[in-house]
């Protein structure tokens, strides 16, 4: 099947769940107002009225019951679909993806498995204040026995929810609100809008994406910061600078080796992140370069994230600690200098 | 489902054979941990939790189940697992932390999973109330029968968990029944001392479910309100909070002095009290009841020896099913 289609990451994911839960009774889609409203991200549009309410469940506000549900109906063979609107809420469901969903197969010897989804809206930029504009994918991927992925596009929303759907494990599938393209959000980003096919096709966890090639300095991102880095990219080669700008796409399993590819070649690193910088992403990917070889760096790696602080609401405020396209571009330029 | 002799004698055995089964994995506890207490010491380390006077909850509410319902059990699940059917002997090798443990030495005695008699439970409180109505709404769309079964404790009627559960069973009308095991204390906390009201089965009202108390810790009565629960279940009534005041003779976990228990509140032995009924009855003769308990000891030394016999895990196993591949 071939197509010139642009979709946005929304309606591409769309495809994914749809083609799916055309084919496979065991798959069904649960969270708060998803029968009227489709969930965060419009990734269940119309499937209230298409697959009705047995198989789009809207459920009372009541995380820790119905996710721990899930789990207990994907031990009984089921594959539910999850929609927990903003990530800021895994507080009050915590347990459940910390010791149920993520722990059971393991805990019983490989015998019971826990295949679901878990779709979950991250990050912040628009004025919601520090209950609604977290990130937290480090809290999350901290866990054994999750996995966690983060599609910064429309191509690989669309690939990563079919690979997710058919995924004997608990996979928390998290879509940073300002790439989804949906329509509270505002103009799409044109860099997360891609050509997509009719059909399905998967695309495998663990392998980082290279979105631009370049040779001076290795700019890894995930989920918007990618959108960001791509910005300054740009900015940067207009000053003579070639970035080369890497997805992670996912974080568990996490392509190590990719990234250690592209910084062997650059000898310089930056990752963006929009999560917390202390105890996050950030170090991860810089450590694992590290263990590999130090000498690969010409310079120190550097770090762009949001700093260790609740995400403030004035625009003012909130603008300038998002690791932005400029602050992005500076560290680039100071790397290079 | 009536109460027949047959179904009596039953309970008697399956209550003999949970006791043995406690009573052996106490004995090999304490090997190792003395005279200097270390959970980690000995051939059966980590904490344990024994299910010493709660038997009759396991026979009775087991008893009234089918082979397509489901179980979730809590940090104290012998009684239940044992009383389910649960494989005796890789139950045993589990505790144990063998290789040939039904999770292979990943679980432990908290987590004990065994798919062909639909049973799992695990270690954190009100943890396994969720996943049951889960597995509940599971049949329910896949079309198959099935009564869900969860495993609580009194204490944990307090967790956030049990609320937003018992309201979504509620809700959508789903065949869960929730066995609040009344043994009076959460740890070292009594129930007047956490609970707002005597009853947690008065909650049930709550959710608009039904609401059972049996107060007698008697396998008889407890089976016939389970049978009853079962019914409401499968007619399509939906859940019911079966709260059953029984004993925790074994402290909450081994090693607990259970110095803040006051004398007054000194809890009496099922096993004895259900075995003099039965011969009372005429279900059967002391000779049949020493049977019982021969054969229970007999049955349990069998899986002991099984579990003391099987090689541990190589330590490399250890990475192995983070992941289903």
């Known amino acids: 099947m071939s197509s010139n289609r642009i979709l946005t990451m929304s309606r591409a994911g769309r495809e994914a769940l749809d083609w799916e839960m055309e084919r496979r009774d065991e798959i069904f889609c649960m969270g708060e107002d998803v029968f009227k409203f489709g969930g965060i991200f419009g990734t269940m549009d119309g499937f209230g009225a298409k697959y009705g309410p047995e198989r789009v469940i809207s459920t009372p506000i009541s995380e820790t019951g119905f996710i721990g549900m899930a789990a207990g109906a994907a031990m009984a063979g089921m594959h539910p679909v999850i929609d927990l609107a903003y990530i800021d809420f895994i507080g009050v469901c915590y347990n459940v993806l910390l010791n149920t969903a993520s722990k059971t197969h393991y805990m019983s010897g490989g015998a019971v498995k826990v295949p679901m989804t878990l779709l979950i809206g991250t990050g912040g930029g628009y004025n919601n204040a520090a209950q609604h504009s977290q990130c ?65 096709y998967e695309v495998p966890f663990g ?71 202390s105890y996050g992403v950030s170090g991860e990917i810089i450590a694992s370069v590290v263990e590999r070889d130090p000498t690969v760096f010409k310079k120190p790696p550097v770090r762009v994230t949001t700093p260790d602080i609740p995400i403030p609401f004035a625009r003012p405020m909130e603008q300038a600690i998002l690791p932005l396209a400029p602050r992005i571009a500076d560290a680039a330029r100071k790397l290079m200098a | 489902m009536t109460l027949t002799p047959e179904l009596r004698r039953g309970f008697l055995e399956k209550m003999a054979l949970s006791r043995a089964f406690d009573d052996a994995m106490i004995a090999l506890y304490w090997e190792g941990k003395v005279p200097i207490f270390a959970f980690g010491a000995g051939p059966l380390p980590g ?19 089918s082979a397509d319902d489901m179980i979730t059990a809590d940090h104290r699940p012998h009684h239940v697992a044992v009383c389910r059917g649960v494989d005796l002997d890789r139950m045993s090798a589990e505790l144990l932390g063998k290789k040939a443990g ?5 679980g432990g005695h908290m987590h004990i999973y065994d798919p062909a008699v639909n049973f799992a439970s695990s270690g954190i409180i009100a943890e396994g109330m969720a996943p049951a109505a889960g597995m509940a709404l599971a049949r329910r769309l896949q079309k198959k029968p099935g ?57 049930a009202a709550g959710y608009g479910m039904a609401g059972e108390y049996v107060d007698s810790n008697d396998p008889d009565d407890i089976y016939e309100a389970a049978a009853r629960a079962v019914k409401r279940a499968r007619d399509g009534l939906g859940g019911t909070i079966l709260e059953l005041k029984t004993a925790r003779l074994a402290g909450h976990f081994m090693g607990d002095q259970q110095g803040y228990i006051p004398e007054q509140m000194k809890q009496a032995d099922p096993i004895p009290l259900y075995r003099a009924k039965l011969i009372r009855d005429g279900v059967i003769t002391e000779a049949q009841a020493d049977a019982i308990q021969a054969a229970a000891t007999e049955r349990m030394a069998k899986a002991m020896q099984f579990a003391k016999d099987a090689p541990y895990p190589d330590a490399s196993e250890a990475f192995d099913h983070v992941f289903a591949a």
């Open chain 1, 136 to 200: 937290l994918h480090a809290t999350v991927a901290h866990i054994p026995g999750a996995k966690v992925v983060y599609p910064s596009n429309a191509y690989d929303a669309k690939g990563m929810l079919h690979t997710a759907l058919r995924d004997e494990n608990f996979v928390i599938f998290l879509t940073h609100k300002g790439t989804a393209g949906v329509g509270w959000m505002g103009t799409p980003i044109k860099t997360t809008l891609s050509e997509v096919p009719d059909g399905p």
């Open chain 1, 207 to 277: 392998k980082v994406k290279v979105y631009r090639e370049g040779t001076d300095v290795t700019i890894v991102g995930l989920g918007m910061s990618v959108h960001e880095s791509l910005k300054a990219a740009d900015a940067l080669a207009k000053d003579g600078i070639s970035a080369e700008v890497v997805d992670l796409r996912s974080l568990v399993p996490l392509d190590r080796d990719g990234i250690m590819e592209s910084v062997s070649k650059t000898g310089r690193l930056i990752v963006t992140d929009e999560d917390y910088m």
């Open chain 2, 147 to 203: 009564v869900a079964v969860t495993f609580l404790g009194e204490g944990a009627a307090n967790q956030g968990a049990f609320h937003e559960v018992m309201n979504m069973v509620g809700l959508w009308k789903l065949p869960v029944i929730t066995v609040v095991q009344d043994n009076e204390w959460g740890v070292s906390t009594a129930k007047s001392e956490s609970t707002a009201i005597e009853r947690n089965s008065d909650r």
């Open chain 2, 102 to 106: 039904l999770s292979q030495g990943k």
């Open chain 2, 47 to 65: 904490e344990l939790h024994c299910s010493n006077g709660a038997e009759p909850i396991g026979a009775g509410v087991c008893g009234a189940l």
